[in-house]
């Protein structure tokens, strides 16, 4: 950024991507962060840490995750050829491990002795609770009373692997309200308590360290399309609620400036209307969990509950380097509706055999708005970041079908 | 150090001076309406309170527990705004121009109004200190620095987890007092320690000539007591917004006695404060 053509330098030193990030967190916590992004440093430099990571990720994981071509979606679009990134194949049916088994290490090498996570669709959650139970650690999930209803078998899938969750009844009860939850938990737990967060978000290094850990995606994706087609892929897509999963399939392409990147916001019931959780499109810079971002605020500054189908995406920020990368213009940002996406599902579903995630149905959508427009020789990447077994019942609800 | 003297520095002197300790009383502005709210408020002096600290509401009260999270949320739905709670300490300055108000919130709706603007508004309306929870030493370019420029003291929090290496980065550009955070915890959870708060408020004493005053879980007479004889204050907020809360309708409304009822609950307190 600074004097370099890199896009890929930040944070700086103060956890700044340009004008995002940063560290807006109370006193309590504030020792706790410093400790922990000391002890990201020192594990980065450890070949054991990494050994153990790959390990985990080739045997417990099941990684790589395969780039498909999907064939019968790339009749279908009658354009670019459509390639999937299959990370809901993945041990517990999406991204959300990647980031998890990283953490876990993480506390376990801290000496930490109780996991603590929010979670919005139950992904996350379920990874979390995953890892805890691998390496028997207690664990505190914390979940919005409304997603608890709309994601009730992965509140059970989490509670069977021993995680106590938590129903968050604050605010509108969703992801935003779990965080805050989280937080406070953790404040009254600094000693012995690790956060696992989810995402891109929250105060530096969690930013930072969450991509990298997820950044395993855009890395076999280069890999995986070079042995495929001689060559790297034209076009990234990928949905975005905080955006890890976005941030972990762009982050090793963002100086490879052939490679047009674009992120799918939930465009709820539309942009035009108050029922949405794109920030970028329709938020403003502001600071919430830690870090300064775009957010859906109203005129005083109040946060406003974002939504979405899809319980993942409906959070009111976003990761603060989407923000940066959003102003310097590197990635595009667009938006999928509630309709669009679930039409986008049941497309994938019945030419592919693919039942998707409502989260990657967003990015779905919009393949299928430019798809048809480009070239056949074009490569076109959309990461399918997790599987839809958790969405039947909402779908079904969404389609007026009683099961 | 902070542009000027203020009301807080003035008071903090007297009270030395007196030998007295400082009541600090908490209540969220807009709670539960502005007419109520700004009663309750302008009834403070009067009841004991020697410094008035002012809750702008947030919808995201991540530092905060229940009692202070839904204090916020009812003057939110009451149409409480930033601008508003300006206006509100405005009013209270044309009968009272010593006692020092602060205001304590989080950083996003002042970022949005713009932390210059906010700040010249904030000690034109008669603000003396505030209080930011989610601003660190860490970002004190932000609004800390903006606000001793504009002669308002800039209040930290100091918590269990402070240790001594990172205390000098905490009180540095800290003002007006030092704010103890009695426990790891939110608002309005766990008593505080005695004894563990005593030896930490030595701690910073051992570093500072600030005053420290404690706050967080103190519920009691008894237990204001007790802290503000192990310090130069106590901060009572959550047992305040609670009887706000006790004393609403059905439908969330003041009812007539609201007023009188916390200002003799902040009397009791602040006869606990300096009981001798």
């Known amino acids: ?340 996406a679930l039409e986008a599902f049941q497309l994938i579903t019945r030419l592919e055999g693919i039942i998707p995630a409502l989260e990657p149905s967003h990015a779905l959508a919009y393949v299928g708005k430019i798809a048809p427009k480009l070239p056949k020789d074009h490569l076109l990447v959309m990461n399918m970041c997790g599987r839809g077994d958790k969405d039947v019942f909402a779908v079904a609800e969404h389609l007026n079908i009683d099961l | 150090m902070t542009n000027g003297v203020t009301r807080l520095d003035t008071r903090f002197a007297q009270l030395a001076a007196e030998n007295r300790k400082a009541f600090v009383a908490f209540l969220t502005a807009g709670d539960p309406d502005v007419a109520t709210s700004a009663a309750i408020i302008a009834g403070l002096p009067k009841a004991g309170a020697d410094v008035i600290e002012i809750g702008m509401p947030f919808t995201d009260p991540m530092a905060d527990g229940p009692a202070i999270q839904a204090s916020s949320l009812r003057a939110l739905k009451a149409g409480q705004t930033l601008v508003g709670t300006l206006k509100m300490v405005r009013q209270f300055r044309e009968n009272d121009d010593s006692t020092p108000i602060v205001l304590m919130g989080y950083y996003n709706p002042i970022y949005y109004y713009g932390p210059e603007k906010f700040v010249a508004e904030a000690k034109e309306a008669g603000v003396d200190g505030l209080i930011v929870v989610d601003l660190p030493p860490e970002e004190d370019e932000e609004l800390c620095l903006p606000a001793l420029r504009g002669g308002l003291n800039f209040i930290r929090l100091a918590t269990p987890t402070t240790d001594d290496a990172r205390l000098p980065d905490v009180l540095k550009n800290t003002s007006g007092f030092v704010y103890y955070v009695s426990i790891a915890g939110i608002t309005g959870s766990a008593a505080p320690q005695k004894t563990a708060v005593a030896a930490n408020v030595a701690r910073i004493k051992s570093h500072t000539d600030l005053p420290v005053v404690v706050g967080f879980g103190i519920r009691t007479p008894e237990q204001a007591h007790d802290i503000a004889s192990i310090a130069d204050g106590a901060v009572v907020g959550s047992v305040l917004v609670e009887a706000v809360a006790q004393n609403l309708d059905a439908q969330g409304k003041a009812l007539p006695e609201l007023v009188d009822h916390v200002l003799l609950l902040a009397s009791q307190l602040a006869a606990g404060v300096n009981k001798t």
């Open chain 1, 1 to 340: 950024m600074d004097g370099t053509n890199s896009y890929r330098e930040g944070p700086d030193e103060n956890g700044r991507f340009g004008l995002y990030g940063g560290r807006f967190v109370a006193e309590t916590l504030m020792p706790l962060i410093l400790d922990l992004e000391k002890a990201y440093g020192t594990a980065q430099q450890d070949p054991a840490f990494d050994a153990e990571l790959v390990d985990l990720q080739t045997h417990y994981v099941g990684r790589p995750s395969p780039l498909y071509f999907a064939e019968r979606l790339t009749e279908h679009y009658g354009g670019a050829k459509v390639y999937l990134k299959r990370d809901e194949l993945n041990h517990t049916g999406s991204h959300k491990i990647n980031n998890c088994l990283g953490q876990i290490l993480l506390a376990k090498r801290m000496g930490k002795t109780r996991i603590i996570a929010e979670t919005g669709a139950g992904q996350h959650g379920v990874a979390v609770a995953t890892v805890a139970a691998r390496f028997g650690l207690p664990c505190t999930v914390f979940m919005g009373a409304t997603d608890i209803e709309r994601q009730k078998p992965n509140v059970f899938r989490m509670k069977l692997l021993g995680a106590d969750v938590r129903p968050v009844t604050s605010g509108a009860g969703t992801l935003k309200d779990a965080m805050n939850e989280a937080l406070r938990d953790w404040v009254a737990n600094v000693d012995n308590t690790f956060y696992i967060i989810g995402t891109v978000a929250g105060p530096h290094p969690y930013p930072a360290m969450v991509r990298d850990f997820q950044s395993i995606i855009g890395k076999e994706t280069k890999v995986q399309m070079q042995e495929r087609e001689g060559r790297l892929p034209d076009t990234l897509v990928a949905c975005i609620g905080g955006g890890s999963n976005a941030m972990g399939l762009f982050h090793p392409f963002l100086d490879d400036k052939d490679v047009d990147i674009i992120g799918v916001e939930a465009g709820g019931l539309g942009l035009e209307t108050p029922d949405h959780a794109a920030s970028l499109a329709g938020g403003k810079p502001g600071v919430l969990h830690g870090n300064r971002t775009y957010l859906l605020q109203d005129d005083d500054g109040q946060i406003i509950e974002g939504h979405s189908i899809s319980a993942g995406l409906d959070y009111p920020g976003i990761g603060p380097e989407h923000a940066f990368l959003r102003d310097s213009g590197r990635v595009t940002y667009v938006s999928a509706t509630d309709k669009e």
